[in-house]
C-alpha cells in the first residue's frame, strides 16, 4: 500500500498503536538471510492479497466483510490451493477499536461473528492468515495511558519519543522509544494476541528509510526490530512495504521475511483496471539493483500479481504472461490480487503452470545479462545446474531474442525446453534464438547443459557462499572497457603530427542512443528548433516513467530543457537515491540545461536512472559521461607521405589488452600492431594501407568477469562453494595488495595460492582440480595473507 492508504484508514487507527492494523551497503556476513518465519520463508510465499480488490472497488464499498474473505478462501481452495497457494492476507482495514490494553479490536461491522471465526475458516481450508499494520503509537493511546498486557508497570503514554514525532508516511501516528523495556513488551502483548488468534503473517507498512521518505525524517528500523522480535517468539512471517531503501538492505535481511522494493503495483483505476503495464515494466530496472539481496529466508516483493482476469488486470495476455514470469523468475512471493471467484481460463492457465510455479519456487532469483537495451535476457542457475532464461521483450515492435550461452557462463551444447509450452525444443550447441517476441511478451526456457559442459559461477550467485566480513566491489573492481584511439590519416609531406594526451573526456550520449533503457510511455520528438542537442528529445507525461542508462566512466550529467510545463525529476545512480532536481523554469526556455551532475565516482560501470515525479512533461536531451582514457595519447595523425609507426602509452597491464580492432574486425597482433611493455604500436604498414581520414581503432581492455567481485580484508573469511561433477577452476585478480589463500576441496588443504601481483591483473586462473570423481564437491577458500582477497568466478565441469 502507498499514497492511496489514507483514503482508507479509519479514524480509529490514529487513535490506537503501530500495530492497531489501519484500515489499509552492501556487507555480506555469514549469517542467513531471514525474519522471524524462519524455516517457513526459505521459499517465496504464495496466495492472495485483499488491497487490489480493495481499491478497484467503488468508494465506500466494504470490501473486506466476513462474507467476501471466506468467499476468496474457499475459491482459493478449489482453484488454486492444489498449486500451493495458501496466504489470505487481508490489508488495511479490519481493526475497528482498541481493548483495555492498547490492543486491536477486529471489526464488528465487517465481522459481525468476530474475526476469530473468519479465521478460523481460512484455517479449516488448510490455508494461513495475514494481517496489516503500520508503525507508531496513536494519539488517544498516549492519552488514554492504558497498562501493557502482561507488564503492568508499563503504560502506554510513556511510550513515545518526547518531544512528539511522526512515526509514519501519513502522520497517523507518533514514534516510538524502543530505548524503553517497555515499548517491546508493548509490541510483545500485540505480537503474542495475533499468535492467539492463528495469524500467520504481518505486512508492516509504510517502513522508512523507504515508502517515499529516505532522509531519516522518518525511520521505522527500530519498530521494524521489535516487531520481528516479536514475531519469531510464533513464527509468523514479516513482509515489509513498501519501496524499501536498497541503502538498509542488510538491515531489511535480518528482520524480515520479505520486502516491497518499489510502490504500489495498482493504479487506482476503480472499476476500470488493476495495473498498468507501467507499473510492471518499471520493475524491471529496479530488480536489476535488487536481484541479489533475496535468497532463502527473505524475499524481493514485487506486490500483488494481478493477472487473473483479463477484464479487470488493465494488461494485455500477452502483459499478463510477462507479469507471471517476471514473479516468477525473480523468486517474488507469488499473491495475487485479483477476486479469485472470478478468475478467467487464461488467468488460470498462467497461475497453475507447475513447471513456472517451480521456478518460484526454486527460490532463484534471475538478474540480467544486460540493461542496456529493451530486449532484456534474464537468467538464473539452478543448483541442479540448470538455467532458467527469461526473454523479455520490453520494446515497442515483435523481435527475434538471443541467449548466448556464454552469456550465462555456460561453455558447451544445452537442451531447451519452453515452459510456457511445455514443450523440449531441441539441443543447441552455443545459444537460442526465439523467433517474434511479441511486445511486451516474453519465451521462458529452462536450459540443461550436456555432458562434459563447463559452468561458470560469478562471485555474486547465490550459489555461493562466504563466511567471515566481505563486500561487493567497494572499488576493488575493474570493469573491462572499450577504448577509442582516433588517428587522422593524411598524404601530406607537409602535415605535422597532432597528439592529445591521455585524461578525462567526456562522452556525449544522445536521447536516441540504443542503450538508453526507456520505461513506460515515452516518445521522441525532432525537428523542435529550441536548441536541443541533435535536435532532439525524448519526452513522457506520465509520473513514475524513468530512463536508464548504464556507462563506465567516473561521472554523469543529466542534461535536458528547463520550461514551466515540466517538473521534478528523481535521480539514481547505482540503485541509490541521490536527490530530486527540478526542471521547472517559470519564464522561458532553457536548452541544453545540466540539471544533474555527480563526478568523482570509482572508476567503472555505473547506472543512471532517473524517474519522473511532477509536471506535465518529462524530457531528456543527452547525457555526458565523462571517462578517464586508458590511451596516452587517444588521438594521433598518421602522414602517409611520412609514414611511422603509432605509439599509444596503455594504462592498465599489457596482458590486460584483449584485442584492437576497426569496425568490429581484430587487427592482427605481431603484424598489424605489437605491444612491448606498457606501450601499443601500430604498425606504419597497417595505417598505410587505410584511405585518408578518420580511423577509429578500438581498444579493448580484459575486466573482472561480470565487472565485478567480492572482496574481503580479514584473514580467515572464507569462500565455499558446492558442485556437482569432475573438475573445478577458480578464477581472480592478481594485485599488489593480495597476498596468499588456502584451497580446501572436501574438507582437505590442497594448495597455498599467492595472489600477489606487482601490477592489478584480471581473470586469471590460480587453481584447477581435474579428474576428480564425478560426484558432489565442495572447494573452500581461506584469505591467508595480504591486504584484501579478491573473489571473481569458479568454474565446474558436468560428467554426465
Known amino acids: 500500500m502507498g499514497l492511496a492508504v489514507a483514503g482508507l484508514l479509519s479514524a480509529g487507527l490514529a487513535a490506537t498503536s503501530s500495530a492497531v492494523p489501519a484500515p489499509r551497503g552492501t556487507t555480506i556476513t555469514a549469517s542467513a538471510t531471514g525474519g522471524p518465519a524462519g524455516e517457513k520463508a526459505l521459499k517465496p510465499y504464495m496466495g492472495w492479497s485483499s488491497y487490489s480488490m480493495q481499491v478497484y472497488a467503488p468508494p465506500g464499498n466494504q470490501w473486506i466483510t466476513a462474507a467476501q474473505l471466506k468467499a476468496q478462501s474457499d475459491a482459493m481452495h478449489e482453484k488454486l490451493q492444489p498449486y500451493g497457494y495458501e496466504y489470505i492476507n487481508i490489508d488495511a482495514g479490519w481493526n475497528g477499536d482498541i481493548d483495555g490494553y492498547g490492543r486491536p479490536v477486529p471489526s464488528t461491522t465487517l465481522y459481525p461473528d468476530g474475526l476469530q471465526d473468519v479465521i478460523d475458516h481460512i484455517h479449516a481450508n488448510g490455508q494461513k492468515v495475514g494481517l496489516y499494520g503500520i508503525p507508531g503509537i496513536g494519539q488517544s493511546l498516549i492519552d ?110 535480518q528482520y524480515a521475511n520479505g520486502w516491497r522494493i518499489d510502490w504500489d503495483v ?42 487473473g482476469n483479463g477484464q479487470m488486470d488493465g494488461l494485455t495476455r500477452d502483459e499478463r504472461r510477462t507479469a507471471a514470469t517476471l514473479w516468477a523468475v525473480s523468486a517474488a512471493p507469488m499473491y495475487i490480487g485479483n477476486d479469485m471467484t472470478r478468475l478467467d481460463s487464461y488467468g488460470l492457465e498462467l497461475l497453475t503452470n507447475r513447471e513456472v510455479i517451480a521456478v518460484n519456487q526454486a527460490g532463484r532469483p534471475a538478474q540480467p545479462v544486460s540493461t542496456k537495451t529493451n530486449r532484456q535476457v534474464w537468467f538464473s542457475l539452478n543448483p541442479d545446474s540448470t538455467y532458467t532464461v527469461a526473454l523479455f521483450n520490453l520494446g515497442q515492435t515483435d523481435a527475434d531474442m538471443t541467449v548466448n550461452w556464454s552469456d550465462l557462463g555456460l561453455d558447451g551444447a544445452a537442451n531447451v525446453r519452453d515452459l510456457w509450452a511445455r514443450k523440449d525444443l531441441g539441443q543447441f550447441a552455443s545459444g537460442f534464438t526465439a523467433k517474434d ?93 529550441l536548441g536541443d542537442y541533435l535536435d532532439d528529445v525524448q519526452y513522457t507525461e506520465t509520473n513514475g516513467d524513468a530512463f536508464s542508462y548504464s556507462f563506465v566512466g567516473t561521472g554523469v550529467d543529466y542534461v535536458t530543457e528547463k520550461h514551466n510545463s515540466q517538473g521534478d525529476v528523481d535521480i539514481y545512480v547505482d540503485g541509490q537515491f541521490k536527490q530530486t532536481v527540478s526542471t521547472y523554469q517559470e519564464d522561458g526556455r532553457g536548452a541544453q540545461q545540466v540539471v544533474y551532475s555527480i563526478s568523482d565516482l570509482p572508476n567503472g560501470t555505473h547506472t543512471i536512472r532517473g524517474v519522473k515525479k511532477s509536471g506535465q512533461f518529462m524530457l531528456l536531451d543527452k547525457l555526458n559521461v565523462r571517462q578517464e582514457s586508458l590511451l596516452n595519447p587517444d588521438t594521433a595523425t598518421f602522414d602517409k607521405g611520412a609514414p611511422a609507426d603509432v605509439s599509444v602509452q596503455i594504462g592498465r597491464d599489457p596482458g590486460e589488452v584483449v584485442a584492437v580492432s576497426k569496425a568490429g574486425t581484430d587487427l592482427v597482433k605481431g603484424t598489424d600492431y605489437t605491444v612491448d611493455g606498457g606501450v601499443v604500436t601500430i604498425k606504419k604498414e597497417y595505417l598505410a594501407a587505410q584511405p585518408t581520414g578518420t580511423t577509429k581503432l578500438d581498444f579493448r581492455f580484459r575486466g573482472d568477469y561480470r565487472d565485478d567481485v567480492h572482496a574481503t580484508t580479514v584473514n580467515g573469511a572464507a569462500i565455499n562453494f558446492t558442485f556437482q561433477g569432475n573438475g573445478v577452476e577458480w578464477s581472480t585478480a592478481l594485485a599488489p595488495d593480495q597476498g596468499e589463500a588456502d584451497v580446501y576441496l572436501d574438507g582437505k588443504l590442497v594448495r597455498r595460492v599467492n595472489l600477489h601481483n606487482d601490477a592489478r591483473v584480471t581473470a586469471r586462473q590460480v587453481f584447477t582440480a581435474a579428474n576428480l570423481k564425478d560426484g558432489q564437491h565442495t572447494v573452500r577458500i581461506v584469505k591467508v595473507s595480504g591486504d584484501v582477497l579478491r573473489n571473481d568466478t569458479i568454474r565446474y565441469t558436468i560428467a554426465k
Do not use: M
Open 144 to 253: 488514554a495511558n492504558l497498562p501493557v498486557y502482561g507488564a503492568p508497570e508499563c503504560r502506554t503514554g510513556d511510550l513515545p519519543v518526547q518531544p512528539l514525532q511522526k512515526a509514519d508516511y501519513w502522520g497517523l501516528g507518533f514514534k516510538i522509544d524502543f530505548s524503553k523495556p517497555c515499548a517491546q513488551k508493548y509490541i510483545d502483548s500485540i505480537a503474542d494476541l495475533y499468535a492467539s488468534w492463528g495469524v500467520n503473517f504481518l505486512k508492516f507498512d509504510s517502513v522508512t528509510p523507504g515508502s517515499g521518505i529516505s532522509d531519516l525524517s522518518l525511520d521505522a528500523r527500530n519498530d521494524v526490530k521489535a516487531w520481528s522480535q516479536a514475531l519469531a517468539r510464533h513464527g509468523i512471517w514479516l513482509e515489509l512495504s513498501w519501496a524499501l531503501d536498497i541503502n538498509y538492505a542488510d538491515y531489511w535481511k
Open 266 to 307: 495498482e493504479c487506482y483505476c476503480p472499476g476500470q483496471a488493476l495495473t498498468t503495464w507501467q507499473n510492471i515494466a518499471r520493475l524491471f530496472p529496479k530488480l536489476a539493483d535488487w536481484w541479489r539481496h533475496a535468497g532463502p529466508g527473505g524475499w524481493n516483493d514485487l506486490d500483488s500479481l494481478n493477472v
Open 437 to 529: 517476441v511479441p511486445i511486451h511478451g516474453v519465451r521462458l526456457l529452462k536450459v540443461t547443459p550436456q555432458k562434459n559442459s563447463g559452468i561458470r559461477v560469478n562471485d555474486d550467485d547465490l550459489r555461493v557462499s562466504y563466511d567471515g566480513a566481505w563486500e561487493r566491489n567497494g572499488n576493488r573492481e575493474v570493469p573491462a572497457v572499450s577504448e577509442p584511439l582516433t588517428v587522422t590519416v593524411t598524404d601530406s609531406a607537409s602535415a605535422k603530427a597532432g597528439v592529445t594526451n591521455a585524461g578525462e573526456r567526456t562522452i556525449e550520449v544522445n536521447n536516441d542512443d540504443s542503450q538508453i533503457v526507456y520505461t513506460g510511455s515515452w516518445s521522441r520528438s525532432t525537428g523542435r528548433g
